[in-house]
């Protein structure tokens, strides 16, 4: 009987164990016997998807939702047997907002998908001066920039929106996904498909147009999903029946296992064995080992074997960032309608956004409560987060009183902080990929993965999963794969 190939994933966070999962699906078809295990230096699976349950009351510690227009989240989903428990956002109160000029205004339907259904609503939502509407509607005539150079995401939506519409609009819709400063985020890495629309139909509305009329309808029987969806009970149920799929798989799941270093001695000709030297002093020992850390951990763990692996590693930053989740008396806030709000940078506000989440989702809150959830920190806004929590609950608290109205006292209240949890895909993110690569490409069997790389969303995390997978499956059987990337 062929012996089981071994492999260590380290990083229990969603990527880590949608690697897992890909890799038994994989291996299966492959013909490949293998051990795997998954160290997770914590106490909890699923990294930043924290799902509370109090009393009737559902809130997000992380990520609230996922885009239902990246398959791999949805094809999870229905692999574990949870595609009945996906939900749409409310499709009967639609409305968002955007603060401007210190007042809340409308956002036109539409302005998401960058097609505008109406003209109307533009009109009367007062964001845009003539001036502005114009300089937008324009951005069809704009002619593509020649410019190979890697382009920031705010110098791209300028060009070819306008200011006005940068800035009140198109920033925080866009910077907010990443917590991020859009002056300093790369376009190629951060929002490519803006581009290929650029390249390719000169015209990102124009493309957008275009994709929305030849775009494939869903498949008959197939529920019709919003542009956002998430589980009825909370995302939480993602991690657990992963979790529960692996061990039932025969995957070793290992909690409290920081591993403190990795080692590389030769296992036979052009190939590794890796050690594992754990916090404990303990060691493990494999033939294919996956970071599914964040960067700044990867770097710590491979500047031993690469310097310059560690070097490129520690260029990729990360940003700070808090969710206060908060429950109201539903009675006393019968005027809050729509999705929520969001908040421009050039507003100089302590809030990001906030959501009013039983309005968004359904199964969030009783009837007699509404649910809110309020986002701070990110990029040259993280001096808030050194508030202790009473301090911090008080400050967004003034927000709400001061933009939306809310003086009532709160019956629930959470406070969740994020550090050091948001990459930035920063100007030149993509050629720094490269540079990985190539520095982590003479260990065959070590790859990386995560939301540092090639995607933060929960769709984003597991198709770089699927891909880690696959390339540790090429390796154990001694295939190079085409084009393969370590990252």
């Not at 507003?347 to 809110?372: F, G, M, N, Y």
Request: contains cysteine.
């Amino acid at each position: 009987m062929t012996r089981p190939r071994t492999v260590v994933i380290v990083g229990g966070g969603i990527s880590g164990l949608a690697t897992a999962f890909a890799l038994l699906e994989r291996a299966s078809t492959a013909g490949l016997s293998l051990r795997c295990t998954i160290l997770e230096a914590g106490s909890s699976w699923g990294g930043k998807i924290v799902t509370h349950r109090i009393g009737d009351i559902v809130t997000e510690a992380g990520p609230d939702s996922f885009l239902s227009q990246k398959p791999a989240a949805l094809d999870l989903c229905t692999k574990l047997g949870l595609a009945d428990q996906v939900i749409n956002t409310n499709e009967t109160v639609k409305k968002a907002c955007v603060l401007y000029n210190g007042r809340m205004h409308d956002l036109p339907e539409g302005l998401l998908s960058f097609v505008p259904r109406q003209l109307k609503p533009f009109l009367r939502s007062g964001l845009l001066t003539w001036t502005g509407l114009v300089r937008m509607g324009l951005e069809i005539a704009v002619p593509p920039d020649p410019s190979t150079e890697d382009e920031s995401l705010a110098g791209f939506l300028r060009r070819r929106f306008g200011t006005q519409a940068y800035e009140r609009v198109l920033e925080p819709l866009m910077a907010g996904i990443y917590a991020g400063d859009a002056e300093q985020m790369s376009l190629r890495a951060t929002f490519p498909r803006f581009l290929e629309l650029e390249q390719q139909h000169g015209s990102v509305v124009r493309g957008m147009m275009e994709a929305k009329k030849t775009g494939s309808t869903a498949l008959s029987g197939q529920p019709r999903r919003t542009m956002f969806v998430s589980l009825k009970h909370g995302l939480g149920d993602l991690v657990t029946a992963l979790t529960q799929r692996l061990t039932e798989q025969g995957v070793e799941l290992q909690l409290g296992k920081r591993v403190e270093a990795l080692r590389v001695r030769s296992h036979e000709l052009g190939r590794w064995m890796y050690d594992l030297i754990l916090q404990d002093g303990s060691a493990l020992s494999a033939e294919s080992v996956v970071l599914a850390t964040p960067a700044y951990v990867s770097a710590d763990l491979l500047r031993p074997l690469s310097p310059i692996a560690g070097g490129v590693l520690d260029l990729i930053p990360y940003a700070s960032t808090a969710t206060i989740a908060m429950a109201f008396p539903r009675a006393m806030m019968s005027e809050i309608e729509g999705f929520g709000f969001i908040v421009p940078r050039a507003e100089e506000r302590d809030l990001i956004a906030a959501t009013w989440t039983s309005l968004k989702w359904p199964h969030r809150a009783p009837a007699d409560q509404l649910l809110v959830r309020c986002y701070v920190g990110g990029v040259g806004r993280e001096e808030i987060l050194q508030l202790d929590d009473a301090a911090l609950t008080a400050k967004v608290r003034a927000e709400l009183a001061a933009l939306c109205g809310v003086s009532v006292e709160p019956t629930y209240t959470e406070v969740n902080r994020w550090w050091k949890a948001m990459p930035q895909y920063t100007l030149g993110h993509l050629d720094r990929l490269a540079q990985l690569d190539a520095a982590v490409s003479r260990y065959p069997g070590l790859i990386l993965t995560g939301a540092g790389y090639r995607g933060v969303g929960i769709p984003d995390c597991i198709r770089d999963g699927a891909i880690a997978a696959e390339r540790v499956v090429q390796d154990l059987i001694g295939g190079t794969g085409s084009g393969r990337r370590s990252v």
